[in-house]
């Protein structure tokens, strides 16, 4: 079955770097790729997603990239702030296979020091 | 917009005790999901439902019951608490097969 790592586990950037969390994934029949943000005490929140015809997607600060061949998917977050620091974890499904079943990582705790 | 409630927040129980937490979502969504996660760890599947009063075992669902008793509502029982089931139970649910899973805050199970 599908395999996903996610690095780092932890992560402290100052404010205003870029934080940057790869995953890995093993079955090449994934078609759905998603990052999630956890805050302290609540559920995990959708921040983007992209399907496997997408490379690259930028939105509010955020950027997904999508490696097929290399079986990568990265988040990066150009200038972090206080505010970002959470849990994020990478999130994928493969085309046609049980209905919205995902797959995460392990997850990684990002600390955004001001 | 909509919202999912679990309930308790904070549930504490006996070894061996027979346990439930309980999901309410607002979303009309058609699929409900209950996770586990443990610290340091991804989250793990535990059951979904894909529609009012279907079941479907997702990678841990051994040493758990589910029960979708109307579309809006999908409870998770322990059914013998055991120490090293301590986590976060998470509840999500999806309108179908996009993937998107909208999540509640969780519920933390200790088991004394």
């Known amino acids: 079955g599908e395999q996903v790592e996610q690095r780092p586990p932890h992560l402290s950037v100052r404010e205003g770097d870029s934080a940057i969390i790869i995953c890995t994934y093993t079955d090449s029949a994934t078609a759905y790729f998603s990052w999630y943000k956890q805050e302290a005490g609540a559920g995990l929140q959708l921040l983007m997603s992209v399907l496997s015809n997408v490379d690259r997607k930028e939105e509010q600060g955020l950027t997904v990239l999508l490696n097929k061949k290399d079986k990568r998917l990265s988040l990066n977050l150009t200038a972090a702030h206080p505010g970002d620091s959470a849990v994020y974890f990478c999130?994928?499904?493969?085309?046609?296979?049980?209905?919205?079943?995902?797959?995460f990582g392990a997850g990684t705790q990002l600390i955004v020091i001001p | 917009g909509g919202i999912i409630t679990q309930t308790p927040k904070f549930l504490i129980g006996q070894e061996g005790q027979k346990l439930t937490l309980k999901c309410q979502q607002n979303?009309?969504?058609?699929?409900m999901y209950w996770y586990r996660q443990d610290s340091g760890k991804g989250l793990r599947l535990i059951y979904y439902?894909?529609?009012?009063?279907?079941?479907q075992k997702g990678d841990l669902s051994e040493g758990y019951d589910a029960s979708r008793e109307k579309k809006s509502s999908f409870s998770l029982t322990v059914t013998s608490a055991q120490k090293n089931e301590m986590a976060v139970f998470l509840c999500?649910?999806?309108?179908?097969?996009?993937?998107?899973?909208?999540f509640g805050e969780g519920s933390k199970l200790t088991v004394l």
């Open positions: 439902s894909i529609t009012e009063n279907d079941l």
């Open positions: 979303f009309n969504h058609d699929t």
């Open positions: 999500a649910s999806s309108p179908g097969s996009t993937g998107q899973l909208y």
């Open positions: 999130a994928v499904r493969a085309g046609g296979s049980a209905l919205g079943r995902l797959h």
